[in-house]
């Protein structure tokens, strides 16, 4: 229903502002206020689309769990932080929603108690935190303007520093909530959560925040240096994606390496102020990047809560409706013709070909696209084509009809929902020309990652003696180029410098000589001046003698 009403207002381009004012302050309004537009509603079906068929898979998926009902509500919970940061044309109410994601992002995350999931939790937490205080520095920023509405009362093309302070504050916290270098290892380390919530977290909430949150902020960052910054920063991790996927063996790490690696196109589509096209992306990405985890959660299911792919092979014979689902949601990654993926990956390919890029944007886009192919044909190959490993007499069968149900209804629209989004969000069409080469690169690219994925997995004994003589190169190509390792090593550093500056000022000098001194202070005075009370009336008595006594005297 909301999907309709999103078309409906898309059609005749209808916009709806909702305002509720809570108090003013110091000549600033603080608002409640809800924004619905075409955009708006159209996202917000999608998610609540997703998350139903997640709730529902669920049901199967963690039946033996003893306490469902709490994974549930956490789970609601995130959709409605989720919510509350769509609908909100306000910093403070996105702050709420942003602060949401985070705090039940963690809850999820340390759901399986162990020490990994903890640790996974730490880094998600604090990796989101930085955005998070992004955000409120952006807030108290604009307490200059007398409102905290976006795109009401700021001039957003004048381009004073105040404006491009705020435009930065964004951007880092959009890059620390979609995973940005230097903020990409808490994606993969997100993983130690149930399969469910990957999904819903891959798919069109969490990671899916940052995105939205530029496409919103878009003219504060569009034609100017943050832009060329962005569109770099985007570039090198969607290339890192890809190599590190290449090399990564767990499933649910590879899916989420290639999470990664979208999140880097839209990001960098975004810095050149295609926001529709943008926000294209983000749709069919969620409904084919939801099927995959999905298929996943499946297949690690029926392998006993094993990830690794070296374990798993021809699980076509076996599970032929999950290999299928499988399938066709990596070949929409991949882009393949006529499948929702291809139509915004398409898209966005030949408009990079056309703008005014330098030759190494170029490179690097492409060689991530090939990339893609590349590690998407390799996750098919272990998994679907190559022979009986480690499980060789475990059988599994496709016998979760609970999972299926969801599964086989998210492909219907992963298949048929990139070219139904297309008229309805581009209902002109626009004539892009360009040099024949030029177009057929996609088509050379896409064949050779194809190769590229296929040649990996066909290893002999001189690749394994390559690879070791390799070793240090492999090492860092798959630990996401060490920067796991700095970030970890900066967390560390950065709680001890926090744990040092509590015990010296907090339980220091500034407890000794502030509120705890002055309390002392005052107890010992206040101490003093009631024992002098409490003797008034000795001391009164001796005066009044001692002055009997001079009378008499006198």
Not at 80 to 103: A, E, K
Not at 298 to 327: A, E
Not at 349 to 376: A, E, K, N, Q, R
Not at 528 to 538: A, C, E, G, M, V
Request: charged share 5%.
């Amino acid at each position: 229903m909301i999907f309709i009403v999103g078309i409906y207002f898309c059609t005749f381009n209808i916009i709806y502002f909702i305002e509720y004012e809570l108090f003013m302050f110091n000549g600033c309004q603080l608002v409640m206020t809800f924004l619905f537009d075409w955009m708006s509603l159209i996202f917000m079906s999608f998610v609540f689309f997703i998350s139903s068929m997640i709730i529902y898979y669920s049901k199967d998926y963690m039946m033996d769990d003893l306490f469902l009902n709490r994974f549930i509500f956490l789970v609601l919970m995130f959709i409605i932080s989720m919510m509350m940061m769509i609908v909100s044309p306000n910093l403070i109410s996105i702050l709420l929603g942003w602060d949401g994601l985070g705090l039940v992002s963690y809850c999820l995350v340390i759901y399986y108690q162990n020490v990994k999931s903890f640790n996974a939790g730490m880094i998600t937490a604090l990796s989101n935190r930085v955005g998070d205080s992004m955000l409120l520095m952006s807030i108290a920023w604009m307490f200059n303007y007398g409102s905290w509405n976006y795109f009401m009362y700021i001039d957003f093309f004048s381009f004073s520093f105040d404006v491009k302070f705020i435009g930065i504050l964004i951007v880092i916290a959009a890059m620390t909530k979609s995973a940005q270098i230097p903020f990409s290892p808490w994606l993969p380390a997100a993983m130690a959560a149930p399969t469910p919530v990957s999904s819903l977290v891959h798919s069109s909430t969490l990671v899916t925040a940052g995105v939205y949150l530029l496409i919103r902020f878009n003219p504060m960052y569009v034609d100017n240096s943050l832009s060329l910054m962005l569109m770099f920063i985007s570039l090198i991790t969607m290339f890192m994606a890809g190599i590190c996927a290449n090399f990564e063996y767990d499933l649910k790490s590879i899916i989420a390496l290639s999470t990664l690696s979208q999140l880097g196109l839209m990001m960098s589509i975004l810095s050149f102020g295609y926001i529709y096209l943008a926000f294209f992306h983000l749709l069919t990405h969620a409904l084919f990047k939801a099927l995959l985890f999905m298929c996943s959660g499946v297949i690690i299911h029926s392998f006993k809560d094993c990830q690794d792919i070296r374990y798993m092979g021809n699980l076509f014979n076996q599970m032929p409706l999950t290999s299928l689902c499988f399938i066709i949601a990596s070949l929409c990654l991949c882009g393949f013709p006529f499948l929702s993926g291809f139509y915004s990956k398409d898209l966005i390919l030949d408009l990079y070909s056309v703008d005014y890029i330098s030759f190494f944007s170029y490179i690097i886009f492409y060689l991530s696209t090939g990339l893609t192919v590349s590690y998407s044909i390799r996750l098919i190959y272990y998994l679907m084509i190559s022979d009986y490993s480690f499980f060789s007499y475990h059988s599994v069968y496709d016998d979760n009809w609970c999972m299926l149900f969801s599964m086989v209804i998210l492909l219907m629209v992963s298949i048929f929902g990139g070219c139904m989004l297309s008229w309805l969000l581009f209902p002109s069409c626009n004539l892009i020309l360009m040099p024949f080469m030029m177009k057929v690169m996609v088509l050379i690219v896409c064949f050779f990652g194809g190769w590229m994925g296929y040649f990996i997995n066909k290893f002999n004994l001189f690749d394994l003696l390559f690879n070791y003589y390799m070793y240090n190169s492999c090492l860092f190509f798959g630990n996401m180029w060490f920067i796991p390792f700095f970030t970890i090593k900066s967390t560390y550093f950065s709680l001890l410098f926090g744990l040092k500056l509590n015990l010296i000022s907090d339980f220091g000098w500034f407890e000794f000589m502030g509120g705890q001194g002055l309390y002392y202070l005052l107890s010992s005075v206040s101490l003093y001046n009631q024992i002098i009370q409490n003797n008034i009336f000795n001391f009164f008595y001796i005066i009044i003698s001692f002055w009997f006594i001079i009378l008499m005297f006198i």
